[in-house]
């Protein structure tokens, strides 16, 4: 069974930042893409920043400046740098892996206190 496992959420003033984790039950070189979404209740899931094995990336240019990616491979796992926080980044935070199948975390709420 492949778990992605998020930490790092919690509760953050405007302008400030905050890390989160995913740590993977396999090599996250498993994966083609490794990822982080994000979705508030009614909303639909939207990226934030994706990682190729390649090492690209992508940001949406709600994120694009303020978040960064990065990957551990020794660790198996992968980070998002959250920096510059503003209210509309709350949301539950979500780790995904995409290889021959995809895999989803569980989920870590990030709240922004303006």
């Known amino acids: 069974q492949v778990q992605l496992v998020e930490s790092g959420g919690g509760l953050v003033q405007a302008g400030g930042s905050l890390r989160l984790s995913c740590a993977a039950s396999?090599?996250?070189?498993?994966?083609?893409?490794m990822a982080w979404y994000r979705q508030n209740p009614g909303k639909q899931r939207e990226l934030v920043a994706s990682?190729?094995?390649?090492?690209?990336?992508y940001y949406p240019l709600s994120v694009k400046g303020r978040f960064t990616i990065s990957r551990d491979n020794a660790k198996n796992a992968v980070y998002l740098e959250m920096n510059s926080l503003k209210s509309e980044d709350t949301a539950v935070y979500y780790c995904?892996?995409?290889?021959?199948?995809?895999?989803w975390g569980q989920g870590t709420q990030v709240t922004v206190s303006s």
């Open positions: 990682l190729s094995k390649g090492g690209n990336t």
């Open positions: 995904y892996g995409m290889g021959a199948l995809s895999y």
């Open positions: 396999l090599s996250i070189l498993s994966f083609n893409i």
